[in-house]
Structure formats: C-alpha cells, structure tokens
C-alpha cells in the first residue's frame, strides 16, 4: 500500500462548488504540504502543517483552507471553486527529525478540473 | 526571493545516450538541493539530495553535482534508457527557514529505443 494516499484522484466540478480534497499518510511524519502544480511552472505551496497544532499559509493559499484532523489526515477545501484553480495538487510528508537530509514524500496527485 | 530555473524545459535522445540535466538558482543561501523524477499518475519521488556541504551526489547511473556560488547543479545521467523517460524536477531548500522546498518547472525527457 502506498504510503501517502490521495482522494480523489481525479475530479471535475463547476464554478461556485465547495469541494475538499483529501491526504492520508501512514508513515508517522508530523509534517504535511499541499502543493499545486500548473503546466509549465515548478510546484507552488498552498499550505503546510508542520503538527496537528500548527497550521501556515505558503505561498498561494487565497481561496484555499485545510484541515488537519489527525497527525496522519490533512484535507484541502476550495470554498468556492473557480477556473483557474483547476491544477494538479499533491500532498507531501517529511519528518522533522531528518535534519540535512529531511526530504519530502509525495502522494499520487488529484487532477482537479473547475468548469 | 528564490527562483528556481531548469534547462531545457523538453528533451528528446536516443537510447544509450548519456545526458545532463540543468538546474540554476538566484540565492546562494541553501540548505540543501533535490532531484525528484515525477511520472504520469505516481506523484514525485526524490532521487538524489545534495547537502550544502556537498559537491556531489550518486545512485547507479545518476550523479548529481552542485556549485553554490555559481548558484547551478546538474544531474547526469549515464547510458540512458526508456525506463528513464520521465519528468525532472529540481528543488532548493533555502537556509534560515522552514522546510520549503522552491521547485523548478522541470524537464520533461524522452528516451527513445
């Protein structure tokens, strides 16, 4: 099994529809990332959570929220969709206790299409 | 602010080939520097990390290098194969920060029987 799962993995809605995307990890780190990805561009943070306590914005979080449930579940919501959130998103782990070598493990993606 | 280039954005070689993959950042400032191959439908996976103090890094037939003051890095890879096809991405971890990765558009290889 996969150890960071994404939910959906393919999904299309309309403008104005609130929709969550969701990330569970099974490898016990603390530190969780929603990343979106557009054609032709590098992967831009949206938010990151480095506890369940401990919740920040990156770089591109208008129009996004989370939710970090557990130390294992962190959910991405669009309250109101809108054409150019249409993107491919993708949820990371890291552990905090890999000093120099900390490196982040990424899920699968969800492809998300706004009409 | 940390940009992140990568060159060239495609690349299209014949089976056998060896090859380089470019990489260029604006701030000299890192912490360490990553290599991830994404493919269709699997997500990233981190291939190889260069710490600051590190000049280079190799698995098989992948050597990555990289020059900080000249703010580059590179990743070679050696006799390359089908199996290789796949897109490249580059990520630099700026010191003095949290653990955010600044990643490059990528390359998007081909490799051809």
């Known amino acids: 099994d996969a150890d960071v799962t994404q939910t959906p993995r393919n999904r299309i809605t309309k403008t104005g529809k609130r929709i969550m995307l969701e990330c569970s990890q099974t490898?016990?780190?603390?530190?969780m990332y929603w990343y979106r990805q557009d054609p032709g561009l590098g992967l831009r943070l949206i938010y990151y959570?480095?506890?369940?306590?401990?919740?920040n914005k990156g770089e591109i979080s208008d129009g996004y929220s989370v939710s970090r449930q557990a130390q294992a579940k962190f959910s991405l919501s669009l309250e109101s969709a809108i054409p150019n959130q249409t993107a491919l998103y993708f949820c990371?782990?890291?552990?905090?206790?890999?000093?120099?070598?900390?490196?982040?493990?990424f899920g699968p993606g969800t492809r998300l299409l706004v009409l | 602010k940390q940009e992140v280039t990568q060159i060239p954005a495609a690349l299209s070689v014949p089976e056998g080939e060896n090859l380089v993959l470019n990489c260029s950042f604006t701030?000299?400032?890192?912490?360490?520097l990553q290599w991830f191959r994404q493919d269709p439908g699997k997500g990233l996976t981190s291939l190889l990390l260069?710490?600051?103090?590190?000049r280079e890094q190799t698995s098989g037939r992948l050597n990555a290098s990289l020059d900080k003051s000249s703010g580059r890095s590179t990743l070679y890879i050696a006799a390359s194969q089908p199996g290789d096809s796949a897109t490249y991405l580059c990520?630099?971890?700026?010191?003095?920060?949290?653990?955010?990765?600044?990643f490059g558009a990528g390359t998007r290889l081909a490799v051809h029987p």
């Open positions: 959570s480095f506890d369940v306590k401990d919740i």
């Open positions: 990520a630099v971890k700026s010191s003095g920060g949290y653990n955010k990765l600044i």
């Open positions: 260069i710490q600051s103090s590190q």
């Open positions: 701030d000299s400032a890192i912490y360490n």
């Open positions: 490898k016990g780190h603390d530190r």
């Open positions: 990371a782990t890291s552990d905090s206790f890999g000093g120099v070598r900390e490196t982040q493990y």
